[in-house]
């Protein structure tokens, strides 16, 4: 089993900062790619942003120059500094990772419980 769990969501003024965690556990044999997804009340879920094993990294346009994305392999985690926060970034923040699991060929995408920004104006 793979658990990913997120922390780091809270309120925050328009303008201030979150640092989100997303940290995997349980049979992990490897890591690919990890990410954020965000999905606000009535919206389908987005990309808000993605890193490679190497730490190659993409933004959505909404999160590019406010938004960081890094992580830490050694530690199975990934996080996401958001700055410069507006209304519009609230919504649920989703961790994604692509994982080897110990004793499997197979790839899978496994999904954290999701962690709730609100960002007021």
């Known amino acids: 089993q793979v658990h990913l769990v997120e922390s780091g969501g809270g309120l925050v003024q328009a303008g201030g900062s979150l640092r989100l965690s997303c940290a995997a556990s349980?049979?992990?044999?490897?890591?690919?790619?990890m990410g954020w997804y965000r999905q606000a009340p009535g919206k389908q879920r987005e990309l808000v942003s993605a890193i490679t094993r190497g730490g190659t990294t993409n933004y959505a346009e909404s999160a590019k120059g406010r938004f960081t994305i890094s992580r830490d392999n050694a530690k199975n985690t990934v996080y996401l500094q958001m700055n410069s926060l507006k209304p519009e970034d609230t919504a649920v923040y989703y961790c994604s990772a692509r994982i080897q699991t110990t004793g499997r060929l197979n790839w899978d995408n496994y999904w954290g419980q999701g962690t709730q920004v609100t960002v007021s104006s």
């Open positions: 349980g049979s992990i044999w490897s890591i690919d790619s």
